[in-house]
């Protein structure tokens, strides 16, 4: 079947919500490199290490709760209209950063701004996955990353354009940019289409038939798939309504308890590979690396920031043909290997001294280039490895694996414990780096290896499932590995990517 350009526009255009988290990581990263951001916020020449954790910290805090609160309002008021609150929410939190004269006004703002990322965070992948026909719904979801790469790419072009305005400048214009994408998203949201299985959970079964065939079938009502998916939503819609599946215990029973905590384990994983660690102080890492001044560790940032890009892109091309099992085991060995070799690369060539001013631990690779371009050409693998398997899985998973009477709780929740792990990393990762250096690397490669392992043992496949299979998909073994049947791609996903091969 061939889809319509205003399926992919849609889920392109909700995307934008990634666009703003992925700039505002990398922009901050920059920033607090920026020798009048820093003297502002505290009054020296440096900011220690917990003022650090605290800027980039408060945000992620905000993001925690803004996923929980999303879910009632996209479960009340439409995915739609929550894209736009949270777009607002973050409108407000980005300008209070770019007027902020203190220390204070700045974690304020950071948090507000994580109120509205957190939201788009969970409600984005949530509306990808139900618009999306099941054999390209991972390509579809996989937008989200691929924008929140962009975001991030180019936050570190800006931050490094911008580093030599004389002034607050320096960091204001970078922080004020982030405004832009959160209005178009606000005001551009107005014409979105609401999720046809929310239209039918709320009765409005004709404009959800609209959308389908819309999106789907270029406008064709009487579409055979897309008839077939309207009445397979209509069928588990009045099943769930039978026993009345809508509140929070609902995530406690049955196999949806196992998709919970399957949920939550693979967010908390994908924090535990330690990318946006490395894309917060990706500048600090550089230049522990050996790159010498701070332009020339913002334009390696940069580097790494492409290099993100181009690296989601197979993901999207690929990770409905190749199956979510296959690419998280692989993302994760190629990530583990790329740390351990980094840490110990790291830990047997540098000089580590003590700063009593900072008092922090300063590591010098100036003293053996080659060693410092191993390492620096690792980050980059590790961050290759991320963006084409558990950058996009981590959205994926998550988003298409509950039932949509509880969809929208049990998405927030796992996305809120994205959060959560990610404000406690972004916590102890600067007192990692300043305290056992080369070992914060060896750790997360530890941990890398850890999920290929667990991927493999506990997690089924979902591509070319419906989102109305995924009941029969967890109703399986625990342990998957032994489970051949739910691991087998369905036979008539086989056949349309052979027909997609043959159009091609």
Not at 46 to 57: A, E, K, R, W
Not at 207 to 233: C, R
Not at 369 to 379: N, T
Request: glycine share 10%; hydrophobic share 50%; proline share 4%.
């Amino acid at each position: 079947m061939k889809y319509s350009i205003q399926l992919y526009i849609v889920s392109i255009f909700a995307a934008i919500g990634g666009f703003c988290f992925g700039y505002d990581t990398g922009v901050i990263s920059g920033v607090l490199t920026m020798e009048d951001f820093i003297f502002t916020m505290s009054g020296k020449d440096f900011l220690q290490p917990i003022q650090t954790s605290v800027i980039t910290g408060l945000l992620l805090a905000g993001c925690f709760v803004g996923a929980l609160f999303a879910a009632p309002s996209a479960e009340t008021l439409s995915r739609k209209y929550t894209i736009m609150i949270a777009s607002f929410i973050f409108i407000i939190g980005a300008a209070i950063q770019t007027a902020a004269k203190n220390y204070g006004m700045m974690v304020g703002g950071r948090f507000v701004a994580g109120l509205g990322v957190g939201s788009l965070s969970m409600v984005v992948p949530l509306y990808q996955s139900e618009l999306s026909p099941k054999e390209i719904r991972g390509r579809l979801i996989s937008l989200q990353q691929l924008m929140i790469t962009i975001g991030i790419m180019v936050a570190f072009w800006v931050g490094a354009g911008t580093q030599y305005i004389e002034g607050s400048a320096s960091w204001r214009i970078p922080l004020g940019i982030q405004i832009a994408p959160a209005a178009v998203l606000l005001v551009g949201a107005f014409f979105l289409p609401f999720s046809p299985r929310w239209l039918i959970s709320k009765g409005r079964n004709d404009e959800a038939l609209t959308v389908l065939a819309n999106l789907h079938a270029k406008g064709d009502k009487a579409a055979p798939a897309v008839v077939a998916e309207y009445e397979e939503i209509i069928h588990q819609i009045e099943a769930e309504k039978a026993v009345a599946i809508t509140s929070y215990v609902e995530l406690l029973r049955g196999t949806v308890r196992r998709r919970l905590i399957l949920g939550v384990i693979i967010q908390i994983f994908q924090q535990f590979t330690g990318i946006n660690s490395i894309m917060y102080y990706a500048p600090t890492i550089f230049q522990q690396a050996g790159v010498g001044s701070t332009a020339s560790s913002l334009i390696a940032s940069g580097v790494n920031g492409v290099l993100n890009v181009l690296s989601t892109i197979p993901a999207i091309l690929y990770i409905d043909r190749l199956g979510r099992r296959v690419v998280m085991i692989s993302g994760a060995i190629i990530m583990g290997t790329a740390m351990l070799l980094c840490g110990i690369v790291m830990g047997a060539t540098a000089t580590i001294t003590w700063d009593p001013v900072s008092e922090s631990n300063k590591v010098d690779m100036s003293g053996n280039r080659s060693a410092s371009y191993f390492c620096i050409v690792m980050v980059y693998f590790f961050v290759a490895g991320f963006a084409y398997s558990w950058g996009p899985c981590g959205w994926i998973y998550p988003a298409e694996i509950y039932p949509l009477s509880v969809r929208a709780k049990g998405t927030s929740i796992t996305t809120a414990a994205n959060w959560l792990m990610n404000f406690v990393i972004s916590l102890f990762v600067p007192v990692m780096l300043n305290n056992i250096t080369f070992g914060t690397y060896i750790f997360f490669g530890c941990c890398c290896m850890i999920m290929a392992v667990s991927v493999f043992i506990f997690f089924p496949e979902t591509k070319g499932r419906s989102l109305e299979e995924m009941d029969v998909v967890f109703s399986g073994r625990i342990l998957v590995f032994r489970d051949k049947k739910n691991n087998q791609i369905p036979q008539e996903f086989e056949q349309t990517s052979i027909h997609e091969k043959e159009e091609a």
